[in-house]
């Protein structure tokens, strides 16, 4: 019986205990009448419904990302209850990466982000990666300083620019007067090569000495190409690649000898590339890179072409919200460093033609002058075409295999807008050749490490697809190397006449025979590549002699009124001696500007004689016989 008089009914328990004020039901209670069972055991969480595994904030590269199980009132976090498990947290994290790496990112908007540690599955430590590349980089270097004082030839442009450095050395930008050809930062930096090395002539003779700087710039321009296109490519192999190939060509195994203003002026370009890839867009780099790139403009114009591309490529490696500013900045600096050359000649005086303003006190260079001039007159040899067979003689491969590779990469910078920058430097360095007026073999110089990136560009981004098909990224590592160890022997064998031919030692020859059988005090008319060594004591000319203070070069002492008016006063017989090689015989003979050279010619006898006619090295030493 229950309180109220009646019977309890069949299976109805107690009810549990309650609170006093408590007004809710207890657990398991269904009402009266019902019976009360116990509440069912709660069930552990779903892990892959775990409130903790939740993204907290998140934009296009950067989240935040929460592990444990956050509290409901105060947000905060506990400590982890289980619940997430160790395979959950590295499936998110995979996922997270994958999803990072496709999004765009402020770095490089719109294009594929190809570093070196997420295509990699090996990581190899730096110092390891630059001592493979260093011992690389030593066998086009070998080749390169083997027989490097015999071949080839000294040439007219190396003997201008060793008589430029000695002039800078002595208080002058030239010997004779300035006519504003070039800017004169590149044979500075020859005279400070030239002072840090001990002399002109710590090396035997000048042109010697300003090839073992040659030497050292090709190493340090490999070893840029190797940064840039890692940086590029985001692959070691492909950069070992295209360095090898830059440094191999025959090409560069020739032109890289000699001592010339593009070798230079592509150090700095090369490095302001550098400088830009691998800056983390940071401003000082920037800032560096505008500094190097007025540098190679002010140690030859031509560098002037590659400005567009090289904002291309800062614009490239800016953030979005620095890229005006950065562009402002390195347009700015560049023109800055650039205008110097403009500023000196201001300065002098002689930024314009004479006659414009009243007041020129005469005949005076001019640097629009001489701009003008370079465009109107075409030099003979100077014309793409010769140009053209020079350099597929010496290397038809490169030329058209980086050609075609220019295009491809036109066609996959729509994806890969790296693979678009290196087309570029290629395609307007082509534009300017094509439309030059004035194109020396030479000029090729600038090209070769671009068309070199380009063909790695072209061959690594397919090779990079079927590897990542196939799901073994080793396996394009290994076709690179396969192609490297087939570069190797076929560029060693291309090389063989470099390592075998001696066309300077009738030069020297005629050196020495001038040291010991003319007087020093006669004037002497020559080729640029012997006057420092004229001129300079303990020069192969001079020995321990007297300097030969009126030794004078061929087409100044035709066309300087200083020296043709002053010094040879318009008389043949003023000459005591001419050195003259076979390309100096015949301009002197076909041109009627060096008539008073060619009388003395007449005149004289041959007093010594080195070389050969047939191979273009024979070297003749006539005396003057006067009246």
Not at 42 to 60: E, H, I, S
Not at 230 to 252: D, E, K, N, V
Request: glycine content about 8%; aromatic content about 10%; overall charge positive.
């Amino acid at each position: 019986m229950n309180a109220s008089g009646r019977p309890n009914q069949p299976n109805q328990g107690p009810l549990p205990p309650q609170q006093p004020g408590n007004m809710q039901p207890p657990p398991g209670y269904r009402g009266p009448g019902a019976p009360w069972t116990p509440p069912p055991p709660q069930r552990k969480p779903d892990p892959d419904r775990d409130p903790g595994n939740v993204t907290l904030f998140r934009t296009g590269n950067f989240f935040v990302h929460a592990i444990q199980q956050p509290l409901k009132k105060t947000g905060a976090l506990l400590r982890g209850d289980g619940n997430t498990t160790i395979v959950e947290r590295i499936r998110w994290v995979s996922a997270e990466k994958q999803r990072l790496v496709a999004a765009q990112t402020r770095l490089l908007p719109q294009a594929d982000t190809y570093t070196s540690s997420l295509v990699h599955e090996i990581s190899i430590p730096t110092w390891i990666e630059m001592l493979v590349v260093l011992l690389v980089l030593c066998i086009p270097l070998i080749i390169q300083g083997l027989n490097m004082f015999n071949y080839p030839a000294y040439s007219i442009d190396e003997g201008k620019y060793m008589s430029n450095a000695w002039a800078i050395l002595h208080g002058q930008i030239e010997p004779y007067a300035y006519m504003y050809d070039h800017p004169p930062l590149g044979w500075i930096q020859i005279a400070a090569w030239v002072q840090l090395a001990g002399g002109l002539a710590s090396f035997s003779n000048a042109i010697n000495s300003g090839r073992v700087f040659m030497l050292v710039l090709a190493g340090a321009s490999s070893l840029l190409v190797y940064l840039i296109t890692s940086r590029l490519s985001g692959s070691r192999s492909a950069a070992l690649l295209a360095t090898l190939i830059y440094a191999l060509s025959p090409l560069s195994l020739f032109y890289r000898r000699e001592i010339l203003l593009d070798n230079i002026g592509m150090f700095w370009l090369l490095l302001a590339l550098c400088v830009i890839t691998t800056g983390k867009s940071k401003m000082p780099t920037f800032l560096f890179a505008a500094v190097a790139l007025g540098m190679a403009i002010l140690t030859k114009e031509i560098f002037v072409f590659f400005v567009p591309t090289t904002l291309y490529a800062v614009w490239l490696y800016a953030t979005p919200f620095q890229r005006k500013f950065s562009l402002v900045t390195v347009i700015y600096v560049t023109l800055a460093v650039a205008s110097a050359y403009v500023l000196m000649a201001q300065l002098k005086g002689e930024l314009f033609p004479p006659g414009i303003f009243p007041g020129d006190k005469g005949p005076h260079p001019s640097l629009i002058a001489a701009l003008l001039q370079k465009e109107q007159l075409p030099a003979v040899g100077g014309q793409f075409v010769d140009s053209w067979n020079n350099w597929t003689q010496l290397d038809r491969v490169l030329l058209i295999a980086g050609t075609i590779a220019m295009f491809v990469n036109i066609l996959g910078g729509t994806v890969n807008r790296f693979q678009l920058l290196a087309a570029l430097f290629v395609a307007t360095y082509w534009a300017f050749l094509l439309l030059s007026n004035v194109v020396y073999p030479f000029y090729i110089v600038p090209l070769l490490p671009f068309l070199a990136i380009n063909i790695v560009m072209a061959l690594n981004t397919p090779l990079r697809w079927l590897t990542r098909k196939v799901g073994f990224d080793l396996g394009r590592a290994l076709l690179l190397f396969m192609l490297i160890g087939i570069l190797i022997p076929s560029s060693l064998q291309a090389a063989s006449p470099l390592l075998t031919k001696n066309t300077a030692e009738p030069q020297r020859q005629a050196m020495l025979w001038l040291r010991s059988n003319v007087p020093h005090d006669t004037v002497v008319i020559t080729n640029s590549y012997m006057y420092s060594d004229l001129h300079e004591p303990g020069g192969m000319g001079v020995g321990n002699g007297t300097p030969f203070a009126h030794a004078h070069i061929y087409v100044n002492a035709a066309q300087d009124p200083a020296v043709y008016n002053t010094e040879l006063k318009g008389d043949w017989q003023s000459i005591n001696f001419l050195v003259v090689d076979s390309s100096m015989l015949s301009e002197i003979r076909a041109s009627q500007q060096y008539a008073l050279l060619n009388q003395a010619l007449h005149h004289g006898i041959v007093r010594a004689q080195f070389g050969s006619s047939q191979d273009g090295t024979q070297i003749q030493i006539y005396q003057v016989i006067h009246q």
